[in-house]
């Protein structure tokens, strides 16, 4: 079974907000009916093995133990808000990644900077009853736009800000499994300041597409890193991204989501008609 999120009221006629289930036949599945209100944006989700779902975006009316839930909440099988995950009024801002690991506990990302009732910055990790776990850092990131987890354990997070725990960390950071800044990671800025998506190589290499600001406009690139956050010098990041329209006008493309294939080929997604080599 497959799970569909976005911002749509209905899906094939289900009443069905925010997110739909679809069997493996590719028919949605009508035991799976959301709960929440239409409206609402579910830009995140993390099946939980066994039935379920956690899910994370931008929404305000679920209520859970006399309290709303804001933005972060677990759904049972059925759609319906699973009460046994409490997570203390959710999210002050908007839930953008969510990952659940092996253990049960769930890595949640975003722009948030308060999340179950405690000041927390961009990234927390919770225990499967919806409190915070206390063993992981708290860390201060502001606004995270991607989140990896290495085969290891550690996390490599894109990232707005410019610094990341008082430590000047542009972009993307890597982290302990616990949160903490791992200083043997620093990116170059060479060719994308700001990154927004992130793919991970098996061979720990990193592929990133973001922004630059070059001549006072936001320029969108392609750019492959090693593993300690230095360029890779063998692969050519001076793709650009743009548009050309009906009349010749040319205007700065944008990128918003990466993805690699199983043999290792790249594909880009955003608002872009042309791509050109610098």
């Given at each position: 079974?497959?799970?569909?999120s976005g911002?749509?009221?209905?899906?094939?006629?289900?009443?069905?907000?925010?997110?739909?289930?679809?069997?493996?036949?590719g028919?949605?599945?009508?035991?799976?009916?959301?709960?929440?209100?239409?409206?609402?944006?579910?830009y995140?989700?993390?099946?939980?093995?066994?039935?379920?779902?956690?899910?994370?975006?931008?929404?305000?009316?679920?209520?859970?133990?006399g309290?709303?839930?804001?933005?972060?909440?677990?759904?049972?099988?059925?759609g319906?808000?699973?009460?046994?995950?409490?997570?203390?009024?959710?999210a002050?801002?908007?839930?953008?990644?969510?990952?659940?690991l092996?253990d049960?506990r769930?890595?949640?990302?975003?722009?948030?900077?308060?999340?179950?009732?405690?000041?927390?910055?961009?990234?927390?990790?919770?225990?499967?009853?919806?409190?915070?776990?206390?063993t992981?850092n708290?860390?201060?990131?502001?606004?995270?736009s991607?989140?990896?987890?290495?085969?290891?354990g550690r996390?490599?997070?894109?990232?707005?800000?410019?610094?990341?725990?008082?430590?000047?960390?542009?972009?993307m950071t890597?982290?302990?499994?616990?949160?903490?800044?791992?200083?043997a990671?620093?990116?170059?800025?060479?060719?994308?300041?700001?990154?927004?998506?992130?793919?991970?190589?098996?061979?720990?290499?990193?592929v990133?597409?973001?922004?630059?600001?070059?001549?006072?406009?936001?320029?969108?690139?392609?750019?492959?890193?090693?593993?300690?956050?230095?360029?890779?010098?063998?692969?050519?990041?001076?793709?650009?991204?743009?548009?050309?329209?009906?009349?010749?006008?040319?205007s700065?493309?944008?990128t918003?989501?990466?993805?690699?294939?199983?043999?290792?080929?790249?594909?880009v997604?955003?608002?872009?008609?042309?791509?050109d080599d610098?």
């Open positions: 079974r497959a799970y569909v911002s749509f009221r209905t899906m094939n006629g289900l009443n069905s907000p925010g997110i739909a289930r679809f069997l493996a036949s028919e949605i599945d009508p035991t799976f009916l959301s709960g929440l209100t239409p409206g609402d944006t579910v995140a989700v993390a099946p939980v093995p066994g039935g379920g779902v956690y899910v994370g975006g931008n929404f305000t009316e679920f209520l859970l133990n309290r709303a839930t804001r933005h972060l909440a677990r759904l049972t099988d059925t319906a808000l699973d009460p046994a995950f409490d997570p203390r009024g959710g002050n801002n908007y839930v953008e990644l969510l990952h659940r092996a049960g769930v890595l949640v990302a975003g722009n948030f900077t308060a999340i179950a009732s405690a000041p927390r910055s961009g990234l927390v990790r919770f225990l499967p009853d919806g409190s915070l776990d206390p992981f708290n860390i201060a990131v502001g606004s995270v991607d989140l990896e987890v290495l085969p290891d996390l490599l997070i894109a990232h707005q800000s410019s610094s990341v725990d008082g430590l000047a960390r542009p972009g890597r982290l302990s499994a616990d949160g903490v800044v791992d200083l990671f620093l990116m170059d800025r060479t060719v994308i300041e700001r990154p927004f998506d992130i793919v991970l190589r098996p061979d720990g290499r990193i990133a597409t973001g922004l630059r600001y070059v001549n006072n406009a936001n320029r969108y690139f392609l750019a492959q890193f090693l593993a300690d956050g230095s360029l890779d010098p063998s692969f050519d990041s001076s793709r650009e991204f743009f548009n050309v329209a009906f009349n010749g006008t040319v700065q493309g944008s918003t989501s990466l993805f690699a294939d199983p043999d290792g080929d790249l594909f997604l955003g608002n872009f008609n042309r791509i610098g």
